[in-house]
C-alpha cells in the first residue's frame, strides 16, 4: 500500500504543526478545495517511509546535501500530510491562512519511486563515508601496534597513506553534488501550486 492510496496521483499538503496546535479542519479543506476527498496522516504513521524520504528530501532542500548527517534518524520538516485528489486545483488564500504548511506536492508512483532512489542513494554515500572514517582509524591504530610490538608487517607499518586517501577521502562528494541537484530538479518537476 502507498500513500497515493488506489490513486495513480494525488495531491498532497505537507504541514509542521506545533506541538499544542491544531490542523486546518475538515470544513476549512471543504471550503478550500473542492471535490477534495482528504486524508490526513502522521509523519510518523502508517506510511512512515514514504513520508519519511519526503521528509528527508525537504530537509536536504532546505540545508544541503552536505548537512544531512542523520543516515537512519528521523527528520522533523513536517509532522502530517494531507493527501486530496489530483482534481483539485492549489489555492493560494488557504496557504496565506495556514503558514504551517511547508509544501505542496502532486505526485505519482514514479514520482515517489525516483526521490526514494535518491535519497537511498545519498544515505548510502555518507554511511561509507562514516565506515571509511572507521578504516582510517584501522589503519593507524594498525600501524601503532607494527610499531609498538616491533612487527616486522610492512603493510601494517607502513601503509600508503597516499593511497589510502585516494580511495576514502571524499568519496562521493561529486555524487552527492549530482544528487542535490536531482532533488532540486524533482522538488520544481512535483511541486503543486
Known amino acids: ?11 498532497f499538503i505537507f504541514f509542521s504543526i506545533p506541538r499544542g ?16 476527498q482528504m486524508k490526513i496522516y502522521k509523519a510518523y504513521g502508517y506510511f512512515r517511509y514514504e513520508l519519511k524520504v519526503i521528509n528527508t528530501a ?6 544541503n546535501v552536505r548537512e544531512f548527517t542523520d543516515i537512519c ?4 520538516e513536517f509532522n502530517f500530510v494531507a493527501r486530496l485528489s489530483s482534481t483539485c486545483k492549489a489555492n493560494s488564500f488557504f496557504n496565506i491562512q495556514h503558514p504551517e504548511i511547508v509544501k505542496q506536492y502532486r505526485l505519482d508512483r514514479a514520482a515517489i519511486e525516483s526521490i526514494v532512489k ?4 545519498i544515505r548510502f554515500i555518507k554511511e561509507m563515508n562514516e565506515d571509511f572514517k572507521n578504516w582510517k582509524y584501522v589503519f593507524e591504530r594498525g600501524k601503532r601496534i607494527n610499531h609498538e610490538l616491533m612487527l616486522a608487517d610492512p603493510k601494517m607499518g607502513n601503509p600508503n597513506k597516499a593511497y589510502i586517501s585516494s580511495l576514502f577521502d571524499d568519496y562521493g562528494t ?7 541537484q536531482q532533488i532540486i530538479d524533482w522538488d520544481k518537476k512535483v511541486t503543486w501550486l
Open 1 to 11: 500500500m502507498s500513500v497515493l492510496g488506489n490513486s495513480d496521483t494525488a495531491n
Open 21 to 36: 496546535h491544531a490542523l486546518p479542519t475538515k470544513d476549512e479543506f471543504s471550503n478550500a478545495f473542492e471535490n477534495h
Open 58 to 63: 525537504l530537509f536536504i532542500l532546505k540545508n
Open 73 to 76: 534518524g528521523y527528520v522533523d
Open 118 to 121: 535518491i535519497i537511498e542513494a
Open 174 to 180: 561529486v555524487a552527492l553534488d549530482q544528487l542535490y
